[in-house]
């Protein structure tokens, strides 16, 4: 038992290795852009980089019936090994100006559900999440979002360092659960104008994922002329 578990792993590293070696390649490279741009999908200018260490993606694109995401500029930066130990890690993943843009839906079609789970099969960690700009349909312009991720499967923590709204700065932490009601817990600091008035608000937040209960200090002070 134990011979053939070791042969199966020594198999599977071999075998990772050699996708990995044939993608990093030049040739390998450009027959994955082919065969991504002739998914009717997906769209890709350019994939250059190391699948060993770090990749950059310029002027991504995927259209589906739902939504159309388009991508200037991305950066990965990751350790591929440590999935042989069950975890995705990533030193950096840094994304230029990401627009994400939901299409009309048939009237009578139903809504998506809400997810019944938020389990990963891996664990999931991420040192540095930037995002230079954020354009969601709908919802007001983000940028210069810097924040972390640190996940075992099953628990999440997201840290979020700095995220720019129209109206301010925000940063925050969450933890959360991954299995239902998606228990969670958290903190923030908002600070920015409104309505004339610098505003600053510090609070914390508890409960299910759906119905979080909110408690926040707040300071407001008139912007002199």
Request: hydrophobic content about 45%; glycine content about 8%; cysteine-free.
């Amino acid at each position: 038992m134990f011979w053939s578990a070791l042969i199966s792993l020594t198999l599977l590293i071999l075998a990772f290795s050699i996708v990995l070696s044939w993608l990093d390649s030049d040739a390998g490279r450009a027959r994955l852009v082919d065969a991504i741009n002739h998914s009717g999908v997906v769209k890709l200018q350019t994939l250059q980089g190391s699948f060993w260490s770090r990749l950059e993606v310029r002027e991504l694109e995927i259209n589906t019936d739902a939504a159309l995401i388009q991508l200037d500029r991305g950066v990965l930066d990751w350790t591929p090994y440590s999935l042989l130990l069950g975890d995705l890690y990533l030193n950096e993943l840094t994304l230029g100006k990401l627009s994400v843009q939901s299409k009309p839906q048939a009237p009578m079609q139903e809504p998506s559900p809400p997810p019944t789970s938020l389990t990963l099969p891996l664990g999931v960690k991420v040192l540095q999440i930037n995002v230079a700009q954020l354009d969601i349909s709908g919802a007001p312009a983000i940028s210069d979002i810097r924040a972390s991720l640190d996940s075992n499967g099953t628990k999440h923590r997201l840290s979020l360092q700095q995220l720019r709204l129209p109206q301010g700065s925000l940063s925050a932490a969450l933890n959360v659960a991954g299995t239902a009601p998606f228990a969670a817990a958290g903190s923030f600091v908002l600070a920015g104008q409104l309505d004339g008035a610098s505003l600053t608000a510090v609070g914390q937040f508890e409960g299910n994922l759906r119905a979080l209960a909110v408690k926040a200090d707040l300071n407001a002070a008139k912007v002199s002329a």
